[in-house]
Every structure is written in C-alpha cells, then in structure tokens.
C-alpha cells in the first residue's frame, strides 16, 4: 500500500510542481472547444445543440495528447525497469497510474468545462449533465488511455501509435458520454446511457491495469 | 555500522545460462555460482554483454536458454534482488529526499531512515535540492542510498563506479564490504579496480 | 520468471524452437494446392450461381448479387478476428512461435477482407439507400473494427524484435477482442437511436432457397480462401524469419 501511495504522490508532484503540462492541456482543450464556432459560424441554436459533442471530443483529444508522458519518461530514465522489481506488482503501478492521469488532466478539464459551456450557448441543466457524463466516463478514457500508452511504451517512437490505437476502443465512451447528454431517444435513454458509462469506467479501471501491466511487463523483457 | 541485520542467506547458480538481446546470443552456456556473502566481478569489453547478464540475473530479460536459481529465496517474502542500471532513475522536479523516499516506498523500506542513507552516501546536505541538479556523480551516490534504505540480500551493479569520485568509490566499496559481511550477494559489472577482498572474477567476452 | 528454481518452460534458442515451425511447413505444404483448387471451384460455382442462376430481387434488382460477395466477407471480418485472438492466447499461455506467425498473417488479411466488406456495402448502399455511407449500425462497427484490425498493422510494424512484438500485440487483439462486441453493442445502440431500424437486412429468415444456396456456396468458398492465404502467409512469414535468423548468424560469424 506504501508503495502505491508513493506512485501516487509521485505522479501527482511531477505533473502539478512547477512547468507541469496541466495548464497546457486545459489550454489545448478550451481552444479545441473555442475554435469549433469559427469553422460552422456563431449560430446559438445550431452551437448549443452540438456543444456536448464538442466538449466530448475535446475533452477525448487533450486526453490522447497527455498519454505519452504516462510510462515513457519513466521508461527513459529507467524507473521502468525499478518498478519491475519493487515490492508491489506492476497492476498497481499501473493503477496508481491512471488515478493520478485521471486527476492531473481529467478533472482540470472538467473544472474547466463551464467555460466551455459558456461560449457553446450551452444551457445550466444541460451543463450539468455534460460535467456528470464528463466525470462518469473520463475515468474509462484513463483507464483506455494508460493501456495504449503501456503497448506502445516499448517503441521508440510509439508516441502517435497510442491514440491511433485506442482510439477504436474509446468509441463506446463517446457514444454513452454523448448520449447521456443530448438524448434524442428521451430522458430514459439518457439515464440509461450514463449507466452504460458508468458501467464501461468500472470495467475499463478495474481490466485495464493488469492488461497494461502484461503489455508492459512483455514488452520490456 | 548502520547496517546491523543479517540479511537472508542466497545463493546464486546458474547452469548453462544463455542471455542475449532479442535473438541475438551475447552470453552462452555460462555456469557460474556464487554464494552468499561473496561477489562477483564481471569484466570485459563494451558489448560482451556484461549488462545482458547482469539483466538477465535480475529477472527483467528472459533467459534464452539454461537455467538460473536463487537458492534460498522466499518467493512470498517479494522480492530480493536490487539490480542498478546505467540509468539512475533519477527524475528533475522531485527533491533528492523525496527520491529516495519514493523508492523506500516503492521497494519497501528496512531499519535505516531514507534521511540517515542519505547521510551515509554524503547526500545529507543536498536532501532537499531537486535531484535534476545533482551532478551525475552524486546521482550514483543517490543510487547507492536505494540499495541501503531496502535491505535485499542480491545486488546486481551495472558499472557503479562510473562518474564516482575517489572518495566515492572508497564509500562503494565500504557498502560493498558491510553488505557481503551481512551476508550479502553481489554480483558488478565494472572496469575499474574496486578494493574487494576475495571477490572472484569473471571475464566476458574473452574467447570471442 | 524462473527465479524459484522451478523450471516451468522447456527453453530453447530462438531458431531450435523454429523446429516446430519447420514441421508446419513441411506437414501444410501438400494441403495449399488442393485446398486452393478447391476454392477456386467453389468460387467459380458460387459466382455462376450468383450471376446466372439467382433471381433479381424485386425490388433493389440486380443489386442484391453484390449480396454474394457482401455477406461473406463480412462473416469472415468477424471471424478473423476470432481467429486471431485464439492465436493470441496461443502466444500468451503456450508462448508457441506458431501462434505469433498465426497472428501476424491474419492481420492483413483480417483487415482486406473487412475493407471488401465495407466496399460491397457501400456500393450496396448506393443504390438501396441512395448513399455510399449510411451511419447505419453494422457499417459502422465494421468500419471501427477496420480501425483496429489497421492499428494491429501498425503495431507489429513498430516493433524491431518480432518475438517482443507478439507478445504485446497479443495482449491487444485480446482487449479488442474483450472490446468488440461492446463497440457493435454501443454503436446499434447509437444508430437506432439516430435513424429508424435497418432499411434492409440480409439475414432475414423468409429468404428464399434461390438466394441460400449460391450464399452459402459462396460462403464456403471465401472461408476456405482465407484459410489458404493464411497458410500462404503463415508460410511466408516463417520463411522470412528463417531468412532473418540466417542474416542474423551469417553475421555473427556463425561464434555459435
């Protein structure tokens, strides 16, 4: 247990201390949500209808971005090869992992969302479905997220290969964090959606890390 | 001495081991032995696959062929092996305390303090600099506190020498000494002298 | 790892464990012949059948013939990838070099048949929805699953060490493989709710004999094509490994 709180605290005052990336993904992530009404025109109606699915999207793209840092600095300098010899199996790295790249970059997206919100013409109840399928299905774009990064950490240039590969896997969660939003079949739907969602994080936090911990253990030796 | 206990006794043996990157065999049919409270010197040229081996030791490279024991180990007990590679491991932004505390952590932490290992390596001025500004020498140092704020009776170095200054390498083979005294292993990758009584050698590379 | 003393894998070196490999070989060369003569004849029936003695459908035409080429690869889009993830537990549990060449060669040909399926549908569409895509359900986890089966490509492509590879594309087709069926799950899901139901489906239970039987002949042909490419790419890659090993030991002055 001292072992993962230590990952844990680790990745925490790496991403957050000083120069962290976290500001620039919040960044990247407004100024995908904001660039969206220079490419279809400033209509209200129009931008609101559509505004879920851009904040899914750039929520679903800074997280892509952030996932080269996630096991290939570590592998770099040879923190890798430390944790396959720590006194903690590597799913529990992997785990302290993706709860500390789901804080790091996840929830200051989410904190930021309202602004996103805002500009899109979005309205308040709508919003708050938007930041509640943003905080149900986030976890599972980790979890994904950290297993695409695990396959690819043992390629010297796998920094494109990861999004590219996960992405497909990453459909469902759009589809569900989409359709609890704006839900064209009635709120029924809706509600199911976000169960699915909630459904698709379990599963995805509770596979992904012995997956990704396979992924890497087989990859390095 | 701040390195009291005993540590629990391992032996080492392989028979016909075969270790290699990939396909490619650098070691082959090397049997070798080495009891607890001995070490090993590894010598040789660049490429003779020193590293190779001293990976493959470790468990982090499968072996190709052969076979490879710790007589000894306790597989419930985790795990008993420091192996130190040519990276340190050492990352900027986290304070050399906060280095060694992490690892402590990670590796699972003994009777000595991370504060106190520092202040054996000669770190305990630097506990609070960010380890990115440690010089490469004093990043060793760092390394050498790993090895004593989890007490594992199998250490697998990869040229620890390297960078370190004289004073250095006296304080690396102090360590050396007091760990194969408790009843230590320790297996070195190296190319300089290091002052070990009774330490066997092993050449790589020589019939090539 | 063997760290317990305990041997739990017999290790050989990486081209004495080619034996078994050579074995492949030597016992599947015979089958490829016949077997691809025997997919030639079952396609040449199927396609007469399909062009000549099948009704037009009343209503989509002659169109419906692109049924016949449609339907099967779209079954065999799926069924490579089962293939393919029964290979990958062969690398994970037996680690047998057979089951990475099984994975390599079926990836591609995974990925032609599922883009052939998508093309057939396409152009089915073009007359029968008046589109060339419709977000319509099937086309679309057939399109993600090429995605994957691509990312797949991409993946072995990255990798110098093949052995390495295997191992870490096996734990990847097994995810996909975990994650198939939730993507066709999510997209129907989706689809229905953006669209009413299917305009059209194939696999309705009223279709009549005429229709069965060239679909079936054709079906059997295509799964038999893929089981002969397969060998033929199994085959290919095992000779290219060999190459690679003799490359390899050629250059190291055969020290071994």
Redesign the interface.
Same mark, same amino acid.
């Given at each position: 247990m001292?072992?993962f709180?230590?990952?844990l605290?680790?990745e925490l005052?790496?991403n957050l201390?000083?120069?962290g990336e976290v500001l620039t993904l919040v960044l990247f992530f407004i100024i995908v949500g904001a660039i969206v009404p220079f490419a279809i025109g400033p209509d209200q109606v129009l931008l609101a209808s559509i505004a879920p699915g851009i904040i899914w999207i750039a929520a679903f793209l800074a997280m892509l971005l952030g996932l080269d840092r996630l096991f290939r600095?570590d592998r770099?300098?040879?923190?890798l090869?430390?944790?396959?010899?720590?006194?903690?199996s590597m799913a529990g790295v992997v785990a302290a992992k993706v709860i500390a790249h789901w804080l790091t970059t996840a929830l200051p997206l989410i904190i930021a969302s309202p602004f996103l919100a805002m500009i899109l013409a979005m309205d308040g109840p709508t919003f708050a479905r938007t930041a509640l399928s943003l905080l149900l299905g986030t976890p599972a774009l980790a979890a994904f997220g950290a297993?695409g990064a695990a396959?690819?950490v043992?390629?010297r240039?796998?920094g494109l290969?990861a999004p590219?590969?996960i992405?497909?896997?990453c459909?469902?969660v759009l589809?569900?964090g989409v359709?609890a939003i704006a839900p064209?079949?009635g709120p029924d739907?809706a509600s199911s959606?976000m169960l699915?969602l909630a459904a698709?994080s379990l599963m995805a936090l509770a596979?992904s890390p012995f997956?990704a911990a396979?992924?890497i253990d087989?990859?390095?030796? | 001495m701040t390195q009291g206990q005993v540590q629990h006794r391992i032996n080492l043996k392989t028979q016909a081991l075969a270790c290699g990157r990939g396909d490619a065999v650098l070691v082959a049919d090397l049997s070798l032995e080495v009891a607890a409270g001995s070490a090993l010197l590894l010598r040789g040229p660049n490429g003779a696959g020193k590293s190779t081996l001293l990976l493959t030791l470790?468990?982090?490279?499968?072996p190709i062929s052969g076979t490879l024991v710790f007589e000894g180990a306790d597989p419930e007990a985790?795990?008993f092996?420091?192996?130190c590679?040519?990276?340190?491991?050492?990352?900027p932004?986290?304070t050399v305390l906060?280095t060694l505390?992490?690892?402590?952590?990670?590796?699972?932490?003994g009777p000595l303090p991370p504060a106190a290992a520092l202040e054996r390596v000669g770190l305990a001025r630097t506990a609070r600099v960010d380890a990115g500004y440690l010089s490469a020498g004093q990043q060793r140092r760092l390394v050498l506190a790993r090895l004593l704020v989890?007490p594992r009776p199998v250490w697998l170095l990869d040229e620890p020498s390297a960078a370190l200054d004289a004073a250095g390498r006296e304080l690396m083979a102090a360590l050396l000494v007091d760990h194969l005294e408790s009843g230590g292993l320790a297996v070195i990758a190296t190319h300089d002298d290091i002052a070990l009584p009774g330490a066997a050698t092993l050449t790589l590379g020589a019939e090539a | 790892m063997n760290l317990n003393g305990i041997d739990d894998t017999p290790k050989m070196s990486w081209w004495s464990r080619l034996a078994h490999p050579g074995q492949f070989l030597s016992w599947t060369r015979p089958l490829i012949w016949p077997l691809a003569a025997l997919t030639l004849v079952l396609m040449l029936v199927g396609l007469w059948f399909a062009f000549f003695n099948s009704p037009a459908d009343y209503q989509m035409g002659d169109t419906v013939r692109i049924m016949y080429v449609h339907v099967p690869t779209a079954w065999l889009s799926q069924f490579v990838y089962a293939a393919m993830s029964v290979s990958a537990l062969g690398t994970?549990v037996w680690r047998h070099p057979l089951a990475d060449v099984s994975m390599k060669a079926a990836a591609p040909l995974g990925a032609a048949f599922t883009a052939m399926a998508l093309f057939t549908g396409s152009m089915w569409g073009r007359p029968t929805w008046g589109t060339f895509w419709e977000w319509d359900g099937r086309m679309t986890s057939t399109l @993600?699953?090429l995605? @994957?089966y691509?990312?797949i490509i991409?993946?072995w492509r990255?990798?110098d060490d093949q052995l390495?590879a295997a191992?870490?594309v096996a734990?990847?087709t097994?995810?996909?493989a975990?994650?198939v069926p939730?993507?066709k799950?999510?997209?129907d899901?989706?689809s229905t709710?953006?669209q009413p139901a299917s305009v059209f489906r194939a696999d309705g239970p009223t279709m009549p004999g005429s229709l069965l039987t060239p679909l079936f002949v054709m079906f059997f042909a295509f799964t038999l094509l893929f089981v002969t490419l397969q060998l033929l790419a199994m085959h290919t890659e095992i000779r290219r490994r060999r190459l690679i090993t003799l490359e390899r030991r050629a250059a190291q002055g055969d020290a071994l």
């Open positions: 001292s072992g709180l230590g990952v605290q680790r005052r790496l201390s000083g120069g600095p770099d300098d040879g923190t090869a430390l944790y396959r010899l720590a006194d903690m297993f396959v690819t043992a390629i240039r796998g290969l590219i590969l992405a497909p896997l459909v469902p589809i569900f359709g064209l079949g739907q959606a699915f698709l596979l997956a396979l992924a087989w990859g390095e030796e | 470790a468990g982090l490279l499968r985790g795990p092996i420091h192996h590679g040519h990276k340190n491991a050492v990352r932004r986290l906060e505390r992490f690892w402590a952590d990670l590796n699972g932490s989890s | 994970l @993600i699953l995605f @994957i691509l990312g991409a993946l990255a990798f390495r191992r870490v734990v990847f097994l995810v996909g975990v994650n939730i993507i799950f999510s997209v899901w989706w709710l953006h």
